[in-house]
């Protein structure tokens, strides 16, 4: 007879199927722990040539602890989990007797039943077969006789072995957690690295279920749904399987509540221990910053930015903001982004940020879908419009900037720069927020003091700006050769008035409050130092340019570039 064959086709086995092949289409869940079938692969097991008579597709069934026992009301001393020895002594004389030994082990949701042949039980009885076939127990028959203290001790050794090596896998995940908060870091990369140790989508939630920040892991595993898709069909009911840990607050008080649903593959006990270690970084993080609102906003600014930078499914994007709050009407998307000085905010001044422009926000009259971006420092949002007019983009559009310029003040941070991009659908409102996220970026440097500025009157600074970012120089080099020996000297405002003023004299004379006289001398040595024409036209457009590109160059003076210019 082959040892590890199942003896018949009966449902629940694995007929043909050695144990080696069974162990391989064991879930994943388990693969690396003691299982049944690790458990059969052991030398002190081996010997007594194991074969499986039952329930050989639930050899992956975790092995908690082994008890050897002969009594008739064994089950009444087990908890689950078990893997049971016995030479058959207490499994009764009569099939009624046997079918309630071992449905009784089965309700107890032991691992498995493992009987030894010999002189005293020469063969299994149909009866014990037949009914750890239809309660699904595996059941195993040992052909030679094995001591069972060795089987004991060596599969309570790899028990602990197991244990330790799961202690040292939650040890290193709560070691990469501390260095990334060490290392600057916050709560969403503390649950993203996470999200990558689980394979699966992680999530932090308030104790009445409001989403707070939710992370996949990276790179995401082929077809895999988005973690705020997950929520969307999940949401706080989860799913079987996982892991939920509360994050603790003062006293008894709960703070948040860590979520790992097994959506991509199956979660095992290491999982839960790392959670249980994260969930306690989580604290300290939460308690010290108080930062639930940033972690929110943070949450909203990624979505925003997967949509901008066309991550996102478009016919996705509806049901995934409306997870993070955002139900806008059957009018058009107006795409708006706050660009504040990154440097200025001081560590903790994210969440004072992020809880004063939200406050605001809510008496602007429309849904707002506001989020953060703590690496470029802007404040991206969606609003909903009641309708397609220009009135109502520019009421709204006022509304907001100054929501967004009060949140700012509140915070105790300087007036920020506010564009508002144009009307837009779920279609085209990433490729509008990008477009804006752009123009504020080139607006940074503007002191005009406007509320907010309209993406369609910076489209020059926009080209501006990519100009510079491109890095090869050219912009600086067209500045220093435009207007470089203005750079600097007193007669720089009054090109910059001229200009400004469209080449009106007269115009141009009252802005600078000097008699006419005073401004023709003065144009008569800019003419002179620059060497050109200032009634040209071509010639008033470079300059234009030229000084509108100071903003986005560093420079003074020929030859050199020596550090920003401020316009």
Not at 28 to 53: H, K, W, Y
Not at 211 to 219: D, I, K, R
Not at 532 to 548: H, M
Request: proline share 8%; with cysteine.
């Amino acid at each position: 007879m082959e040892p590890y064959a199942p003896s018949s086709a009966a449902p629940g086995d694995v007929p043909g199927n050695t144990l080696g092949n069974v162990l391989g289409n064991a879930p994943a869940s388990v693969q690396g722990a003691v299982t049944v079938a690790r458990a059969l692969e052991l030398p002190a097991l081996r010997r007594g040539l194991p074969e499986v008579m039952a329930a050989g597709d639930r050899l992956h069934r975790p092995v908690r602890w082994v008890h050897a026992g002969e009594v008739p009301h064994i089950a009444d001393l087990l908890k689950g989990g078990e893997l049971l020895l016995t030479t058959g002594l207490g499994l009764g004389g009569r099939p009624a007797e046997q079918r309630a030994f071992v449905r009784r082990l089965a309700e107890r949701d032991i691992a498995a039943l493992v009987v030894e042949l010999g002189s005293r039980l020469p063969t299994l009885p149909a009866a014990v077969v037949d009914t750890a076939r239809s309660c699904g127990l595996p059941l195993v028959q040992l052909h030679r006789e094995v001591p069972f203290v060795a089987v004991t001790e060596e599969i309570h050794t790899e028990l602990v072995n197991e244990h330790y090596a799961l202690l040292r896998r939650a040890e290193d995940v709560h070691r990469r957690c501390t260095e990334v908060l060490l290392g600057g870091g916050g709560v969403p990369e503390v649950l993203r690295l996470f999200a990558d140790f689980a394979g699966n989508p992680v999530f932090l939630q308030t104790p009445e279920g409001r989403l707070l920040y939710a992370a996949g892991p990276s790179p995401a595993p082929p077809g895999a749904a988005e973690p705020l898709q997950v929520w969307d069909g999940l949401g706080a009911a989860g799913l079987p399987g996982g892991v939920v840990v509360d994050v603790p607050g003062h006293g008894p008080a709960v703070r948040a509540r860590l979520s790992v649903l097994p959506v991509n593959a199956p979660l095992a006990p290491v999982h839960r221990i790392a959670a249980d270690r994260a969930a306690g970084l989580l604290a300290v993080v939460l308690l010290q910053a108080r930062q639930e609102e940033e972690l929110a906003a943070r949450g909203r600014g990624d979505f925003l930015t997967d949509l901008a930078e066309g991550r996102l499914e478009v016919a996705d994007a509806p049901a995934q903001a409306r997870v993070l709050g955002f139900r806008p009407g059957p009018g058009p998307l107006l795409p708006v982004v706050m660009r504040v000085s990154g440097e200025l905010v001081p560590a903790d001044g994210w969440s004072a940020l992020a809880g004063a422009v939200r406050q605001e926000l809510a008496g602007v009259g429309a849904p707002v879908l506001v989020g953060v971006r703590l690496p470029e420092g802007r404040v991206p949002l969606l609003v909903g419009l009641r309708g397609e007019g220009e009135d109502e983009r520019e009421a709204v559009a006022g509304r907001v900037a100054a929501a967004l310029r009060a949140g700012a003040a509140r915070a105790g941070l300087r007036p920020p720069v506010v564009v508002v991009g144009g009307t837009a659908t779920w279609a085209t409102a990433g490729a509008e927020l990008r477009h804006a996220a752009e123009a504020a970026e080139a607006a940074r440097s503007d002191r005009s003091g406007r509320p907010w500025h309209d993406v369609r009157r910076l489209a020059i600074d926009v080209l501006l700006w990519r100009l510079r970012s491109h890095g090869d120089g050219e912009l600086a080099a067209f500045v220093d050769r435009v207007i470089g020996p203005l750079l600097g000297h007193e007669l720089l405002p009054t090109l910059e008035a001229y200009l400004a003023c469209g080449g009106r004299k007269a115009e141009t004379a009252r802005e600078l409050h000097v008699n006419r006289q005073t401004l023709y001398d003065r144009l008569g040595r800019i003419g002179r130092l620059l060497g050109v024409d200032l009634e040209d036209p071509d010639t008033a457009l470079a300059l234009g340019l030229a000084l509108r590109a100071r903003g986005h160059v560093g420079g003074r003076g020929r030859g050199g570039v020596d550090g920003p210019l401020r316009g």
